[in-house]
């Protein structure tokens, strides 16, 4: 996993630069980040944020985009373009967007038809449909507590998963129904309720979920549903 090379880019016309820490945090997990790239029309711009020293500071490359009279989308074109080019002449295997803009979801959707892994970034405004366009969404910001206010839907949606995937004996590997829950919807990942594994979230409903190990060294968990 850390030898996997990573693309991101930034649509800096729809995303607050306080994120790119956070992104970069994350990131770190999945492999090497070697292309970084910050799309907008720089000479137009005002922002305080996406300035010249937070650039230098993650050696981002800001991408000037000038805005043609009557074009609303010249800056999500040029991503589009920026991602396509990558694509086809960089030796890439995680295409990363920072957006919540769903004019995107169609280069996603073609990005992993070809067989890339995708990752997305966004706020809470983004889309259904550019959120299941990835293979994972991670929701900004990168939250850091458990989302104690969705416990209901939490155990409904884990219980699901387990039942999907369990054996002849009711229990299922964590991993196999952590993967579940990420083909049916590239939002469902313990990273945007506040936890690391989805063990961290099973190990909170004791009265639900019973947790055990395969081996010996306890390097493997299953869970199943209390009856």
Same mark, same amino acid.
């Given at each position: +996993?850390? #030898? ?5 880019? &930034? ?5 607050s ?5 956070? !992104? ?6 999945? $492999?090497?980040?070697? !292309?970084?790239? =910050? ?11 996406? *300035? ?5 500071e ?5 991408i000037?985009? &000038? ?5 609303? *989308?010249?800056?999500? +074109?040029?991503i ?20 919540? #803009?769903?004019?995107?979801?169609? !280069?996603?959707?073609?990005v992993?038809?070809? $067989?890339?892994?995708?990752?997305? &970034? ?6 259904? =449909? ?10 900004l910001?990168?939250?850091?507590? /458990? ?22 004996? #009711? /229990? ?14 590239? =939002? ?13 979230? !099973?190990?909170? &409903? ?13 390097s ?8």
């Amino acid at each position: +996993m850390k #030898d996997k090379k990573i693309a991101v880019f &930034f649509d800096c016309e729809n995303i607050s630069a306080t994120y790119v820490d956070s !992104i970069f945090d994350e990131l770190a997990k999945y $492999g090497e980040v070697i !292309i970084k790239q =910050s799309f907008r029309d720089w000479s137009n711009s005002n922002s305080k944020s996406w *300035n010249r020293e937070l650039h230098e500071e993650f050696a981002i490359e800001p991408i000037q985009v &000038f805005s043609a009279k009557g074009v609303k *989308n010249s800056c999500d +074109m040029r991503i589009q373009r920026a991602i396509n080019d990558t694509i086809t002449h960089k030796k890439i295997d995680i295409i990363v967007l920072v957006s919540s #803009d769903s004019d995107f979801r169609d !280069i996603i959707i073609s990005v992993r038809a070809n $067989g890339f892994e995708t990752i997305g &970034f966004g706020e809470s405004k983004t889309p259904a =449909s550019l959120k299941n366009a990835y293979a994972t969404f991670i929701e900004l910001p990168v939250k850091k507590e /458990y989302v104690k206010s969705k416990d209901k839907e939490i155990i409904k949606l884990l219980k699901e998963a387990i039942i999907k995937t369990r054996k002849e004996d #009711d /229990y299922c590997l964590v991993s196999q129904m952590g993967s579940y829950l990420k083909n049916k919807n590239s =939002s469902y990942n313990p990273k945007n309720l506040g936890a690391t594994t989805w063990g961290e979230i !099973i190990k909170k &409903f004791p009265s639900h979920f019973e947790l055990s190990h395969l081996d010996k060294e306890k390097s493997t968990l299953i869970v199943k549903v209390k009856q």
